[in-house]
């Protein structure tokens, strides 16, 4: 169990962090950065390192994720389970929905497309409109997001609390991070509810690192070594 709990806990945790960390260098970089409310194609090229470096902390989020579908599965059922099987499989979906919000982000900055809308002879109005365009890509991320999450977390939350695998507080965790952004696009139409994720899943992962070092210093204490050592002391 403490494997599986190790995997699941820096997963999560994980996903915590580099969402954190995501913003606070997107915020600052904006501060810094002269960046025009309305950026036109060779703006956005201009901008192709930031494009670089929202992708990569970006991306590492929506790799945590798959991390953690795996270990979540691994923590309540076994491998071969059908319930694993499915769970794994949304979560993996989610994953790939979060980082390819991101790569949109990139992709409005590259050399290919913003080469061609100036090959393409645009003027200022339809060059932004096709970057702005792009945002739909992001939407679309999250929504697939949001949408896998959904089953993926349910189903771990339900077989958690059925088999004990997790705390009552990490379970409610659970539920909060799947409901979240669902409802965040069903009530505001917006991305809103993703931020529930972020506190939800530090404090799953938080208490599967913690069950994960209970486990690991019993299985020490119950070893034939740290029986014999006492004994041979005597």
């Not at 909060?176 to 529930?196: D, E, K, N, R, T």
Request: some cysteine; hydrophobic content about 60%; charged content about 10%.
């Amino acid at each position: 169990m403490s494997t599986p709990s190790r995997v699941a806990g820096w997963g999560t945790v994980g996903f915590a962090v580099a969402f954190v960390v995501t913003f606070v260098v997107n915020a600052t970089i904006e501060t810094m950065a002269d960046r025009p409310e309305l950026p036109t194609a060779a703006d956005m090229a201009a901008d192709f390192g930031g494009g670089v470096i929202y992708i990569v902390l970006w991306g590492s989020a929506g790799v945590a994720l798959a991390v953690a579908a795996v270990g979540l599965s691994a923590v309540v059922w076994p491998s071969d389970a059908l319930a694993s099987r499915i769970s794994t499989a949304f979560g993996i979906i989610a994953s790939a929905g979060w980082i390819f919000s991101g790569a949109t982000v990139l992709a409005q900055r590259t050399a290919m497309l913003n080469g061609n809308i100036a090959a393409a002879g645009s003027d200022i109005a339809s060059e932004r409109a096709v970057i702005e365009a792009l945002y739909i890509g992001v939407h679309v991320g999250g929504i697939v997001f949001a949408f896998a999450a959904l089953p993926w977390l349910a189903t771990v939350a339900v077989g958690a609390d059925k088999r004990r695998a997790m705390s009552r507080t990490a379970v409610a965790c659970l539920w909060i991070a799947a409901i979240g952004p669902v409802a965040g696009f069903m009530i505001a139409g917006a991305q809103f509810g993703l931020l529930a994720v972020v506190p939800a899943f530090a404090v799953v992962g938080t208490s599967l690192l913690r069950s994960a070092r209970r486990g690991g210093r019993r299985a020490v204490a119950g070893s034939p070594a740290a029986a014999v050592a006492p004994a041979a002391g005597g």
